[in-house]
């Protein structure tokens, strides 16, 4: 199965701040990796597809890039709302695997 | 507009069995594969399962494999996860989910709560 990591697990950072999450596949999965939002309670919603596609709807201070094995979500000025968790997601091959994820909060 | 229901969550001893579903409307059900994610409390997200559109493929996480099946009903819009030999460990909110215009999981339900202890 192929492994996803994910650096940082947390971070604390202000509104406005740059933020950039990082998420590294065990083997080359072209560019079949997403972005997930998920805010507690909530289920996760699509924030980027096929690694650098923005998903509709979602603002466009949220960007995605990379191929093969390493990917990056960056949020280019951070946002009251954008306190969450953050995870990525390859649907390469089964069984389709998530990163462990990255909490953001306030610092 | 996408709407994904599942319902069916409770509480089940060690060892029961459950079965979740997943009402689907919005879209045409029969033309989309269908896909299980769960979360244990606190932590992150798992796949469980994808199956097919016609129904004929199915997949599943090596931690449910040969306890769990997932199945679906295309003339009623609902997708199932038939759980059984069920473990502390299977303890999570349980999502459908479904890829629709991009190219991964785009539209979710709200979850299911599927609590296993004595």
């Given at each position: 199965?192929?492994?996803?990591?994910?650096?940082?697990?947390?971070?604390?950072?202000?509104?406005?701040?740059?933020?950039?999450?990082?998420?590294?596949?065990?083997?080359?999965?072209?560019?079949?990796?997403?972005?997930?939002?998920?805010?507690?309670?909530?289920?996760?919603?699509?924030?980027?597809?096929?690694?650098?596609?923005?998903?509709?709807?979602?603002?466009?201070?949220?960007?995605?890039?990379?191929?093969?094995?390493?990917?990056?979500?960056?949020?280019?000025?951070?946002?009251?709302?954008?306190?969450?968790?953050?995870?990525?997601?390859?649907?390469?091959?089964?069984?389709?695997?998530?990163?462990?994820?990255?909490?953001?909060?306030?610092? | 507009?996408?709407?994904?229901?599942?319902?069916?969550?409770?509480?089940?001893?060690?060892?029961?069995?459950?079965?979740?579903?997943?009402?689907?409307?919005?879209?045409?059900?029969?033309?989309?594969?269908?896909?299980?994610?769960?979360?244990?409390?606190?932590?992150?997200?798992?796949?469980?399962?994808t199956i097919s559109a016609s129904g004929g493929n199915t997949y599943y996480a090596d931690s449910v494999k040969g306890r769990f099946t997932i199945s679906r009903d295309n003339?009623?819009?609902?997708?199932?996860?038939?759980?059984?030999?069920?473990?502390?460990?299977?303890?999570?909110?349980?999502?459908?989910?479904?890829?629709?215009?991009?190219?991964?999981?785009?539209?979710w339900g709200q979850g299911t709560l599927v609590t296993v202890s004595s």
């Amino acid at each position: 199965a192929i492994q996803m990591t994910q650096s940082p697990s947390s971070l604390s950072a202000s509104v406005g701040d740059r933020v950039t999450i990082t998420c590294r596949a065990s083997q080359g999965i072209g560019n079949d990796l997403g972005w997930y939002q998920q805010r507690p309670t909530k289920a996760p919603e699509l924030l980027i597809y096929a690694a650098s596609s923005l998903q509709s709807g979602v603002p466009s201070r949220f960007s995605g890039s990379g191929s093969g094995t390493d990917f990056t979500l960056t949020i280019s000025s951070l946002q009251p709302e954008d306190f969450a968790t953050y995870y990525c997601l390859q649907n390469y091959n089964y069984p389709f695997t998530f990163g462990p994820g990255t909490k953001v909060d306030i610092k | 507009e996408v709407q994904l229901l599942e319902s069916g969550g409770g509480l089940v001893q060690p060892g029961g069995s459950l079965r979740v579903s997943c009402a689907a409307s919005g879209f045409t059900f029969s033309n989309y594969a269908m896909n299980w994610v769960r979360q244990a409390p606190g932590r992150g997200l798992d796949w469980v399962s994808t199956i097919s559109a016609s129904g004929g493929n199915t997949y599943y996480a090596d931690s449910v494999k040969g306890r769990f099946t997932i199945s679906r009903d295309n003339s009623k819009n609902t997708l199932y996860l038939q759980m059984s030999s069920l473990r502390a460990e299977d303890t999570a909110v349980y999502y459908c989910a479904i890829r629709i215009a991009a190219a991964t999981f785009d539209y979710w339900g709200q979850g299911t709560l599927v609590t296993v202890s004595s």
